[in-house]
């Protein structure tokens, strides 16, 4: 079968940096909707037409990604409002965020905490591979139709590459 809009693929995946550091591999196969939202578009552009066995070698620039890094995504928070055990690289749902953190921290958000000192922590709701150049050498390993119900809900499964909410006031999709 042909890759085409809503059909099913199952990839695996070596991801690196523009450097050639490794920073994903995936050796099991993952599903993943094309036409829907588990798959970045340039990725998609590239299988379409593509079938099982094929193997892709891509070079995604940051707006091809996951976006430019964006300063005005990085929060101060007090340190009094988290608990002792919190380490840096943690993810926090924005709507986990304590009440006291900024208002103007949006709350659809998803941030890493990026730092911590004494008096406050730093919380980064870029995604972690935003205003990275990625290489990634991707192999499909099956497809297969899309059912309905996959199609309604524009996914097969929480993929690696789902986009979260828009940030408001972001230009682009983190």
């Known amino acids: 079968m042909e890759i085409t809009r809503r059909c099913v693929v199952a990839l695996t995946w070596t991801l690196k940096d523009s450097l050639g550091e490794e920073l994903d591999v995936l050796d099991e196969p993952v599903e993943f909707l094309?036409?829907?939202?588990?798959?970045?578009?340039?990725?998609?552009?590239?299988?379409?037409?593509?079938?099982?066995?094929?193997?892709?070698?891509?070079?995604?620039?940051?707006?091809?990604?996951?976006?430019?890094?964006?300063?005005?995504?990085?929060?101060?928070?007090?340190?009094?409002?988290?608990?002792?055990?919190?380490?840096?690289?943690?993810?926090?749902?924005?709507?986990?965020?304590?009440?006291?953190c900024s208002p103007d921290a949006p709350r659809n958000a998803c941030y890493t905490v990026a730092g911590i000192y004494p008096e406050h922590v730093v919380l980064d709701g870029n995604h972690p591979l935003a205003g990275i150049a990625l290489r990634l050498q991707l192999t499909v390993q099956a497809v297969r139709a899309a059912t309905d119900e996959e199609i309604d809900r524009g996914s097969v499964g929480p993929g690696f590459f789902r986009m979260p909410p828009q940030v408001p006031g972001s230009a682009q999709q983190h």
């Open 34 to 100: 094309v036409g829907g939202d588990d798959l970045l578009p340039r990725i998609e552009e590239a299988l379409q037409a593509h079938g099982a066995g094929a193997t892709l070698a891509l070079h995604l620039e940051p707006e091809e990604a996951f976006g430019d890094f964006d300063e005005q995504l990085l929060w101060l928070a007090p340190r009094s409002l988290f608990p002792a055990d919190i380490e840096e690289g943690m993810r926090i749902d924005g709507l986990a965020l304590p009440a006291a």
